[in-house]
């Protein structure tokens, strides 16, 4: 796992839910981070946008899923499409 | 019946921001058409526009609500606030926000949003639009985000007759109030139409003028696509007199109709039903209206159409009214337009001067009304009537008078 997907991810999160990073943890919901849906679907837009990878709706699973959930398949579509992690 | 009257305006339009801003500008004979300004603009045929100048979104909303707001959204809810405020009503206090509708009318909707994602997908090949796409863009997205805002939960929903949108905006909200549906109405009209699908759509119609807005000269050249967006505050006479609200403006009365026969061009005929049914449902005589404030987009078929149906409509008074395309200095906003007008008709019927037609030059056989040429007339104005016609053959046509 690229720490530098889990920064940038960090960092889109806490940029759309005006958090401060050092609030988010792997083990969060975005629904534990108080992000509510609208907020949480433009997270996943800004993600998508960031790496140029589409998550499945499995993936984005909003209420359940946690940060760690997203940045596993953020990797995995990276992987998937042989592009090293962006450097920022 | 309920009689309804009008007790706050506000208005965004190419004059700035401001109800008294446009109207000041409009009795100065004083236009907001300037060169086009869009990344396009070198490309493109539409020369002039009269655009909102200097609008910052950010100066209206913070940086959560902005990704949710297309620009005529913003429009919509800033003239709406200045509406609210001259009102001076306190939704939150007996429960009068459930006693309230919105009813907002639009040509376009969401234009520049649904320009912008439609670029993203067709040229710049992206997999995904913005998620905020729907709401951004839905026709009823004003209409949600004035009664979010404020806390009115009466009925609220969008008005759709392109350029006619406005009136029959206002002309649901008084229906509305006159049959008990609720006691007071947000309404009005927005547009932001300046996206590149909307100028290329403009130039392939062939309606645009090149120089200026003209209307009824005999070298008018077209319209000139403007953006904006005015709102109404209006209320139950009853609900007004009792909290001693200052009344601007008495609608007095509304007429629609339908031509049912050319998709764009205008008709006499359905013109002149429509003013009549505004006449009649006001109780006005013809004889009673000192003032018309026209369609009068300057395009050669509407300032011809539309002067054989004053005509029609008034006979010999017609030579005794003042008739003025407002047109003329802030554009044809489209489905904000009647909105805009209503500004001027308002201004009015207040002070007694009506805002000339401006960038009158020649005139125009067809066109042999009194068109108050290019300066305010000081003059009484009792009552008047206000035009719009849309492509589709709808038109509605809203009386208003005096204050009582």
């Known amino acids: 796992m690229s720490s530098s997907v889990q920064q940038q991810i960090f960092a889109i999160i806490a940029d759309q839910a005006k958090l401060d990073v050092a609030s988010i943890q792997p083990a969060s919901t975005l629904k534990d981070l108080g992000v509510a849906s609208l907020d949480a679907i433009e997270i996943i837009f800004d993600i998508e946008e960031k790496f140029d990878v589409t998550l499945s709706d499995s993936d984005a699973d909003l209420k359940s899923d946690t940060v760690h959930g997203l940045i596993t398949a953020v990797q995995r579509e990276l992987d998937a499409k042989g592009t090293p992690a962006l450097a920022g | ?404």
Not at chain 2, 184 to 200: D, M, Q
Not at chain 2, 276 to 296: F, I, K, M, S
Not at chain 2, 356 to 373: G, I
């Open chain 2, 1 to 404: 019946m309920q009689r309804v009257v009008i007790s706050g305006h506000g208005a965004v339009s190419a004059l700035g921001i401001g109800a008294n801003t446009l109207w000041s500008a409009l009795r100065e004979g004083r236009g907001g058409i300037r060169p086009l300004d869009h990344p396009e603009a070198a490309n493109l045929r539409v020369l002039i526009a009269a655009q909102v100048p200097h609008f910052d979104p950010a100066a209206h909303f913070d940086d959560k609500r902005r990704p949710l707001l297309d620009r005529f959204s913003q429009f919509a809810l800033v003239a709406a606030r200045e509406a609210i405020a001259e009102s001076g009503l306190d939704f939150a206090s007996n429960d009068l926000g459930a006693r309230t509708a919105v009813i907002i009318g639009s040509a376009v909707g969401g234009e520049l949003t649904r320009d912008e994602q439609s670029r993203r997908l067709y040229a710049d090949k992206s997999p995904r639009v913005h998620p905020l796409s729907i709401p951004r863009t839905m026709i009823n997205a004003p209409a949600s985000h004035i009664s979010m805002e404020h806390g009115l939960t009466g009925p609220s929903f969008a008005v759709a007759s392109a350029c006619a949108s406005s009136n029959h905006a206002i002309a649901q909200a008084v229906q509305t109030i006159r049959c008990g549906l609720a006691d007071v109405a947000i309404a009005g009209g927005t547009e932001a139409c300046f996206s590149l699908a909307n100028l290329r759509a403009g130039e392939a119609m062939r309606v645009l003028a090149d120089d200026t807005c003209r209307p009824f000269s005999h070298h008018r050249r077209g319209l000139v696509l403007a953006e904006g967006a005015a709102m109404f505050v209006l209320e139950s006479f009853e609900h007004a007199r009792q909290r001693g609200a200052t009344i601007l403006a008495e609608v007095a009365g509304v007429g629609m109709s339908s031509d049912a026969g050319d998709i764009v061009a205008p008709s006499d005929v359905g013109a002149a039903s429509c003013m009549r049914r505004a006449l009649l449902d006001a109780g006005l005589n013809g004889e009673d209206v000192d003032y018309v404030n026209a369609h009068g987009t300057g395009t050669t078929a509407n300032d011809a159409t539309e002067t054989r149906a004053i005509r029609a409509v008034f006979g010999a008074h017609a030579d005794r009214l003042a008739v003025s395309s407002t047109k003329s200095m802030h554009g044809h906003a489209l489905g904000a337009s009647g909105a805009l007008e209503l500004v001027a008709v308002i201004g009015a019927l207040r002070e007694g001067v009506v805002a000339p037609t401006a960038n009158y030059t020649e005139a125009d056989p067809a066109c042999d009304l009194d068109v108050v040429p290019n300066t305010a007339r000081s003059m009484p104005v009792r009552a008047a009537l206000s035009n719009s016609f849309a492509f589709g053959g709808l038109n509605s046509t809203v009386a208003l008078r005096r204050a009582p």
